[in-house]
């Protein structure tokens, strides 16, 4: 247990993507317009626990590589997408 999920490389993983996840929360959460369209169309109309719950659950589906994807496109200031 110690040596594999507590290993300093593991702990940089967990790191990383927790920031990613509570980033990619914030973001949606204030500015919902840089969902897709059929997101946006979803959160519409909902309460703002609902709007949390859908866009929890929108990241919740996500694979690594598109979360890694979408923080980038989100955070990044030379990306164009």
Not at 8 to 16: E, G, L, T
Not at 39 to 53: I, N
């Amino acid at each position: 247990h110690q040596n594999l999920y507590r290993h300093y490389r593991v702990q940089r993983m967990s790191f990383k993507a927790e920031k990613i996840i509570k980033v990619l929360f914030s973001v949606f959460t204030e500015n919902p317009h840089l969902l897709p369209p059929d997101v946006q169309d979803k959160l519409a109309g909902g309460s703002t626990e609902e709007r949390a719950r859908f866009i929890a659950d929108y990241i919740a589906g996500m694979t690594d590589r598109f979360a890694i994807a979408e923080f980038e496109r989100v955070t990044d200031p030379h990306e164009n997408s």
